[in-house]
């Protein structure tokens, strides 16, 4: 190797050599002497061709494929055949190297994969759209390998750290292409290491002012930080080495993109974010025993420090769809600062980590052949974000090809609809009003149904019909979630259509009668017919299986019904009216300006208090005339008082209160304030001061910062409860508080 850089300026000679002896210090546990022998080739191949041409960043080409090279095996987990094949892939791109010399000198495998790097450059070259999803799909199906893929997501890698070499624009283009396209297929892939530079160094470049601002945060409180981390670590390494744990753990701060993402979703400055960092205890434990050891170390930590139970989160019963395992924990540390807890085995955190890859080599699966067998099926993994890359894993037999069909449009295009996709599912992917008018198809000619399924290179030609509707069955036939979906929008549609025209009908018929559709009539009439919504009382009116002459029967029944009852009512309310007034006016009859008193010793007048807005003594109210007999005293800003008044204002009775409070009558409040330690203690010390405020009890609900507590207490009077109320809003974290109308007894 050296021999063959003796023409080579000092500085370059000791730049590769350095890329050099990086890539094979990492690549040990996957070379053997002959691999060597082909690395060398390759590297001086692309030496020979490219000389010394330089890559963008500035490097030489050569350097750069070493820097590939080595991100490809060290960070994304694959092998020899990938390593070479990222060694040879500037050169393919520069030198119009052949596959076919390529195959000659390294193999048909490496060859094919090189073949799948040019055809993805030359989509490149065309221009299109990144962010777009068919640029996506025309990635992957132009890679046809994914290494292809995994290789350009390490290039992709490589040239963002060194991005500061490249014009303003350049950076910007490359960083929107890497934000949009490769760090979603990492995060996908579960490489979470390479998701988190890739959008920490777009950040970088995209938001330059913004990603200034937080590192040079994290920067200022570096050393009081990594202080607190030894703080919070020292106890623990000694309580889990009581226990005899083999284990790591360290302190790591989270990223700068991470924490811009909690500022902007919490809506707080950097000084807010409590969550900086998190401690990371990496057990070394056999596999079947992992679970239990990770679950040991969580104990002695909620023993050490108190955890926040509703920020737990348990992904080892459950892994992630992307093959992740951990424990996660939130606890109050030193000086109560929230502190995050991760807890995971050694093979756990390499997943992490490495992704997939990874996880795969945990399956017992060595070498570029049982790597070969996984690279098969992560292209779904890219293609599905809904299915879970584990599963896909462990069932590694499964053939990609033969779940899906390639069928082709009457243009040319071609169409690609998962196995057993019929007709219809075909029609509803090529636009909704042709599914939705779709009676069938040509297929290679012959005409078929819409239940018909199509096979690999079948050329499909859609016959529609305008006098052809959706129908219900139609969602046994489609195979495929977009035409199922769209075919459910579509009934909905239809359904609220046929409701409209069922509703209008039966309004016209009403006017006729000399009636009015009201709400109450509506919910009465979906009550009596026992449907499940209005929508359905309507549908059945228009298709006709609900006769609108039954609708009138049953409104003339009700007001039957109504009139009997208020003949009935009215007798009682005119004898008793007479009672309303005052004890000493037990037989007369009200008349305009008179006021029932309402007093505790009042004997000859049957009222109560209404539980839906809850008056107590001092409270502006009302009497309203039952249909008993009996009064109920309402709070004149009663949530109902406006339709009694408007439809039963013969039934209304004036009151007032009179003589001095006495006993205690029941009211509750409502709460809002900071989720604070010590909140509740200080409200509660406030009521137990007034020795004239019972409580009666006290109910708290939190969520992410905030509590919403109500309180029922019993009081003399609104008077009470208004230096009550106004206390409470003056204790420190308060937000609101304010009297509820019923206290639900």
Known sequence: MENSLDNIPLSDRREILSAYRNLLRVSTDILQWEDIKLIREAIELSMQKTGFERHPSGKLLIVHSLEVARVTVEEVGLGKTSLICALLYELIRSSGTTKEEVARMFGSQEATIMEGLVKVYDLYKTNASIKSENFRKLLLMFAGDMRVVLIIIADRLSTMRSLSNYSID??????????????????????????????????????????????????????????????????????????????DIKGRTKTIHSIHNKMKKQ?????????????????????????????????????????NPRRMRDWLSVPKSNGYESLHTTVLGPDNKWVEVQIRSKRMDEVAERGLAAHWKYKGI?????????????REVLENPELNAVDLIDDFKLNLYDEEVFVFTPKGDLIRLPKGATVLDFAFDIHTEVGKKCVGAQVNGKNVPIKH????????????????????????????????TKLKQALREMQYKESEIGRETLVRRLKNWKLELTDQLISQLVKHFRYKSVHDLFRDIA???????????????????EQERETAESLNSIRSAGNFVTPQLEEAEISEGEVLLID??????????????NPIFGDDVFGFVTVSGGIKIHRSNCLNAPELRNKYAYRIVK?????????????????????????????????SKDQKIKTRSISVDSNEGLFEGTISVFVNN?????????????????KSVSRLDGYGG
């Not at 298709?543 to 019904?561: G, M």
């Not at 009179?658 to 009521?687: F, K, L, M, P, W």
């Open 366 to 378: 060595k070498g570029d052949g049982g790597l070969d067998t996984w690279l098969e099926n992560v």
């Open 655 to 687: 009151a007032q209160w009179t003589g001095e409070a006495s006993g205690s009558y029941q009211a509750a409040i409502r709460v809002v304030g900071e989720d604070d330690i010590g909140i509740i203690s200080n409200i509660s010390s406030v009521i």
């Open 453 to 484: 399924q199509l096979n690999n290179g079948d050329h499909v030609s859609v016959n529609t019909s305008s006098s052809q509707v959706p129908k219900q069955d139609w969602l046994s036939i489609v195979a495929t979630s977009r035409a199922k």
């Open 170 to 247: 350049e950076q910007l283009s490359i960083s929107s292409e890497v934000s949009y396209l490769y760090a979603p297929m990492a995060h996908r892939l579960g490489l979470y290491s390479i998701k988190s530079e890739m959008e920490d160094l777009v950040m970088k470049y995209s938001d330059r002012e913004t990603y200034k601002f937080i590192a040079k945060k994290l920067n200022e409180t570096k050393r009081a930080r990594d202080k607190y981390i030894k703080e919070f670590i020292e106890p623990l390494k000694q309580e889990l080495k009581r226990n005899g744990l083999k284990f």
């Open 543 to 561: 298709l006709e299986k609900l006769d609108v002459v039954a609708v009138k029967e049953f409104i003339q029944s009700q007001e039957r019904k």
């Open 718 to 734: 609104n008077q009470a409860l208004n230096g009550l109320i106004k206390k409470i809003k003056g204790i420190r974290g308060i």
């Open 600 to 613: 505790r010793n009042l004997t000859n007048v049957d009222y109560k208090l209404a539980k839906c807005c």
């Open 267 to 307: 809506n707080v400055e950097f000084e807010q974010v409590y969550d900086l960092f998190a401690i990371r205890v990496i057990v070394e434990s056999e596999q079947r025993n992992e679970k239990a050891d990770c679950w040991k170390v969580y104990s002695i930590v909620a023993d050490k420090y108190q955890p």
